[in-house]
């Protein structure tokens, strides 16, 4: 089973990667997939997006840094990404979206995420979360450990190596503070722009992308700017921060640009209208001028001879 495992910041970064190895050597019929292990040169967005979709359960690490101090815009990405399927896939039961918190209380995980049930950085809530998921590779007919004890015996062999760091990170959260709103506002617009830089190259992968079930209509609206809105079209969870526009005020723009656009049209036609009746009266005037007859003529002048 292909796992994602996504961060963002520092200490979040430092917690997955130790998750990434000592999940595998718990359950080593997982296939944990970090972004670290992207190769230099390759195009990292394009990887990095073929990954979301082939996973079939991510895990997110969720910490203050990341969540309240300096949010990321990749997280809520990969969340609405993984979680696409989540509960509405009959046949497979969706994906699974597995959140590890540390450093946050429950009242400061938001929805869409706070509707998730998450696990703490805690050794009991980290073995719940493995047991769970040698539960989901049964489920899906993949190899796994077939009691929880064997579970137990594995977990408790290769505990030590992660505890330490996941200690280190909850003692490294105390001392982050929080950035202005504008840094974190700018950040996050950058990481949006780099995600789409990264994901299309081509006007083919263009078409591709936006045709996708996984489509981002509003910058930082929360799930409903990932999924496929004919599945969740009534899904408002998350305010867009001040200064990035939501879909309806978007639309009101648009309206009023095409109302002033019908104006303006409007306005022409009504010149264009009055520059043709001027026209035509002039043509009228001409021609009901009455022509000088030829004995009003004035008489030509003869040349005198000398």
Not at 106 to 131: C, D, M, R, W
Not at 203 to 222: D, L, N
Request: hydrophobic share 35%; with cysteine.
């Amino acid at each position: 089973m292909k796992l994602f495992i996504g961060w963002s910041g520092d200490i979040s970064k430092k917690m997955a990667i130790a998750f990434k190895d000592f999940i595998h050597d718990v359950l080593f019929p997982v296939e944990p997939w970090i972004s670290t292990e992207i190769e230099s040169g390759s195009l990292w967005g394009k990887e990095w997006f073929e990954q979301l979709g082939e996973c079939k359960a991510g895990i997110l690490f969720l910490t203050r840094e990341n969540i309240i101090y300096d949010p990321s815009s990749y997280l809520m990405f990969e969340a609405g990404a993984i979680a696409k399927t989540a509960g509405l896939n009959t046949e497979t039961d969706g994906a699974r979206l597995y959140l590890v918190v540390s450093g946050l209380e429950k009242a400061e995980i938001k929805p869409p995420l706070s509707n998730f049930q998450y696990n703490t950085s805690g050794k009991s809530s980290i073995l719940t979360l493995v047991k769970d998921i040698n539960k989901r590779l049964g489920k899906l007919g993949e190899k796994n450990l077939k009691d929880e004890t064997t579970v137990e015996r594995h977990f408790n062999k290769y505990w030590a190596d992660i505890e330490k760091i996941f200690k280190e990170a909850e003692a490294a959260l105390k001392d982050i503070k929080p950035k202005s709103p504008k840094t974190v506002e700018r950040k996050m617009l950058e990481e949006i722009l780099l995600m789409l830089r990264g994901i299309i190259k081509t006007e083919e992968e263009r078409r591709a992308f936006f045709q996708s079930p996984i489509r981002i209509t509003t910058p930082i609206g929360g799930f409903q700017s990932y999924f496929n809105p004919e599945v969740l079209a009534d899904i408002k969870y998350v305010v867009p921060p001040k200064g990035i526009k939501t879909k309806s005020e978007m639309e009101a723009e648009e309206m009023e640009h095409e109302i002033m656009k019908s104006e303006m049209e409007a306005e022409d036609a009504i010149e264009y209208e009055d520059m043709k009746a001027e026209a035509e009266a002039d043509i009228m005037k001409t021609r009901k001028e009455p022509k000088k007859k030829e004995s009003q003529k004035e008489p030509e002048k003869k040349p005198v001879k000398g």
